[in-house]
């Protein structure tokens, strides 16, 4: 059985760094499957900066929405993919569909694939429940969605990491 | 001595359900304190879905002020008794008193209840200090007397579980 | 070699009690580097709150910029030096330069005394990034340079104690 591994964590507490460091413990093929769209020149520069991060150490696949279908479809032979980040994915369906919940088919079909995934997948997500209750509506939808969906995907994670201030705390399963 | 036992955590990380999940190891009765008051027809369709979530399994007792005094005064044979949720409640009393803080009345009662409660307790709270300041005055008061109650209620407790992605992490005591 | 401990945690999770509680096991000199600048009347109330709190147990240093120097010119048989905290005075920085980096000069001099710190130094940050990502573009520059700052010096550091609910979870390192 192929092994899933989740890294969990608040924003900059090193979660890309950590999954990217058990990618290289990995010969042969390794995959990005990078979720950002860029909306603006900000986010176009976080983009750049970490694709230049990384080149010529991962084959980069950029998939904002299905990324269930891109796991499924990676090419034989890949020895682990990572998946950064869930939580800026369930933006990008949000702003297609904002009453989207964890039933929503992307989500489903990325749950299922994690039963039985073609590689290793080690996918990157945020914690963002541990501030106050957000005044807009929309965004209490948002971290409930995400709180939902990060608990759904640990509970089929072999192993689970907490990122903090760089330190990864494995919450689940044992470091390798 | 009865035990009392913290669970905290992000919004959606899985604390009520682990709390229940705690709960239901017991035969008998089995007690929920539910501190919420429906304000908005949002806040009554949460408060209906998990009613219906947990009806046959626990007695309810709604009590959005005096939790102190609601467990003080259980039914005799009570077995456990949840508290659901502590930050709901200082919202609560801030709503009736915005300059409240740990010496108020109620949040007194519950701490000094804590001592040497009629059955064990299992008390649900959030974290809610790990994003940015908030802007509004009010939204700090309300997060330090929350921040200030955790620690409070966490010094009492037998044993405490930080969930993150909806694994218990135990971070006083040992799980059973 | 001196040691270096980094408390980090949400706000009111009790991080400064426990440096406070660390120090005091300390006999001799100890110092208290405080880098608040109190800059309306709710926070010359904390400030003059905590100072009461810690009188004639610490020295106080005020220093709201350069504690990378005010470490290193400490007087000479220091045993202990509390930096509360470094979130604050990231804040300082980016009120006089709010495009400033973990390059910036101030950041660079504390990085580098730590790797030899003329004592045992205590630091105290905040998690900041675990909540949702806040509409100001200044805020989100702000949570990114905390949370890069808090992975520096916790890569520096002997210990990291990780603080929820006032309780000390140790994740690098050993407790004393």
Chains 1, 2, 3 share one sequence.
């Not at 042969?28 to 950002?36: E, K, N, Q, Y």
């Not at 520069?45 to 694709?51: F, L, S």
């Not at 080690?122 to 969605?145: F, H, K, W």
Request: aromatic content about 6%; some cysteine; overall charge neutral.
């Amino acid at each position: 059985m192929k092994k899933v591994t989740l890294i969990t964590g608040g924003s900059r507490s090193g979660k890309s760094r950590y999954a990217q460091t058990i990618a290289m413990r990995y010969g042969g093929t390794r995959i990005f499957v990078a979720t950002a769209e860029p909306v603006d020149e900000e986010m176009r520069a976080r983009i750049r900066k970490h694709q230049a991060e990384r080149a010529e150490l991962f084959t980069t696949i950029e998939e904002p929405y299905d990324i269930g279908s891109a796991i499924a479809s990676l090419p034989p032979g890949t020895d682990v993919a990572i998946v950064d980040c869930l939580t800026v994915w369930l933006g990008n369906l949000m702003y297609r569909n904002e009453r989207c919940d964890v039933t929503a088919p992307p989500i489903q079909r990325l749950l299922g694939i994690l039963d039985d995934p073609p590689c290793d997948v080690i996918l990157v997500t945020n914690e963002v429940g541990m501030g106050i209750v957000p005044d807009s509506e929309m965004a209490r939808r948002y971290r409930d969605l995400a709180g939902h969906l990060n608990q759904a995907v640990a509970q089929k994670a072999d192993r689970v990491a907490f990122m903090v201030s760089g330190i990864p705390v494995m919450i689940k399963g044992e470091k390798d």
